[in-house]
T-cell receptor
């Protein structure tokens, strides 16, 4: 079946502009995660959604970052007033449910470049 | 929160030799340890995982070992092949949490 998809695949923006990144999880997966991967670095957790529960926003680096998940499916990560240090690959993952040993399946990522 | 350290950061091996990557974690409540492989420009993909109720798991040329007492786990790749060249990430998840904490990654290069 279809895996996790993300759009756009690449985004170039100017410093100070807002950007929206989209994630379509695997159908039926109730848990959705956003990670950030800076060049040559590991994956940094940003935010997590599980069903209708309040999201875990503990990884968001600043109040310029926010995310929504509408209808328990598609999620949008918004970065306001982008800065050059926001340049990274933003990865989305989904799992059937949260907790236990549920496998997280990753999307291809959105490569963001802030000029 | 959980802190995962991964070594080495880079590893070059001759084709046919073995590769070993080691990770340590800080949270004794962690009970799930996946390993992801990320080829250049592609998404991370799960290659093997282990839960805290077992000490070792093997899948063909890949094996993972877990030492709960020492809080470390390792990935072993035997008979390496050029297609094993990639960045490998270890991760840990606490039983008290849902997110994965990742190591910084190991770039493995298999020389033909």
């Amino acid at each position: 079946g279809a895996g996790v998809s993300q759009s756009p695949s690449n985004k170039v923006t100017e410093k100070g502009k807002d950007v929206e990144l989209r994630c379509d999880p695997i159908s039926g997966h109730t848990a959705l995660y956003w990670y950030r991967q800076s060049l040559g670095q590991g994956l940094e957790f940003l935010i997590y959604f599980q069903g209708n529960s309040a999201p875990d926003k503990s990884g968001l680096p600043s109040d310029r970052f926010s995310a929504e998940r509408t209808g328990g499916s598609v999620s949008t990560l918004t970065i306001q007033r982008t800065q050059q240090e926001d340049s990274a690959v933003y990865l989305c993952a989904s799992s059937l449910r949260a907790g236990g040993g549920e496998t997280q399946y990753f999307g291809p990522g959105t490569r963001l470049l802030v000029l | 929160g959980e802190n995962v350290e991964q070594h080495p950061s880079t590893l070059s091996v001759q084709e046919g030799d073995s590769a070993v990557i080691k990770c340590t974690y800080s949270d004794s409540a962690s009970n799930y340890f996946p390993w992801y492989k990320q080829e250049l420009g592609k998404r991370p993909q799960l290659i093997i995982d282990i839960r805290s109720n077992v000490g070792e798991k093997k899948d063909q040329r890949i094996a993972v070992t877990l030492n709960k007492t020492a809080k470390h786990f390792s990935l072993h790749i035997t008979e390496t092949q050029p297609e094993d060249s990639a960045v490998y990430f270890c991760a840990a998840r606490s039983s008290n949490d849902y997110k994965l904490s990742f190591g910084a990654g190991t770039t493995v290069t298999v020389r033909a």
